[in-house]
């Protein structure tokens, strides 16, 4: 009788669903994610210019799924051209596993969609985006070395440097302006 201790290896032919993929690639694909959502929103919120913050969230999530469709086929791509002969999964696979990316992206559409609405303003929620995204950055590289077996004081300084990616965005935004 085979058993089976742990995941199966990336090429074992196990199938492998899109809600299944590792908990790594979800951290990677969210930080990608929150990093393109805020240096997205950073750029359409432009002083003196007047607000659209419904065509501001358009473009954000279409942005966020474009890239995320790229990223995927470009795996696709790629593995293609390794030649290393191994089966993977089809295109639309691929490109649907980039989901997290654009998940990450939907909580500066909303504000943004909020905003729209009347609910605040779209410097508000410019603001209030950039701020979340920054501290889910930090929750996200607090998370990933966690799953990586790190204490929580290295958990933390991981947390802070991808931290420092959202405040880097930040002060660029307000130096810009």
């Known amino acids: 009788m085979h058993e089976h201790a742990g995941p199966a290896p990336v090429g074992s032919g196990t199938p492998r669903g899109i809600l299944r993929s590792r908990p790594e690639r979800w951290l990677f694909k969210g930080i990608y994610g929150l990093v ?39 795996h696709v791509i790629a593995q293609r051209a390794s030649g290393d002969g191994t089966a993977g999964p089809s295109r639309l696979r691929a490109v649907l596993a980039e989901w997290p990316l654009a998940a990450a992206v939907l909580p500066t559409v909303a504000m943004l969609f909020a905003s729209a609405a009347g609910w605040w303003a779209e410097e508000t929620a410019a603001d209030t985006a950039l701020l979340c995204n920054t501290v889910s950055l930090f929750c ?38």
């Open 140 to 177: 996200l590289g607090f998370s990933a070395a966690r799953t990586a077996g790190l204490g929580r004081l290295a958990s933390c300084r991981a947390g802070v440097l991808d931290m420092l990616i959202g405040l880097v965005i930040t002060a660029a935004d307000a130096l810009i302006e």
């Open 36 to 74: 393109l959502a805020s240096a997205l929103v950073a750029a359409l919120d432009v002083p003196g210019e007047e607000a659209n913050p419904g065509q501001d969230a358009l473009w954000v999530l279409l942005t966020a799924l474009t890239s995320g469709a790229a990223h995927g086929y470009a």
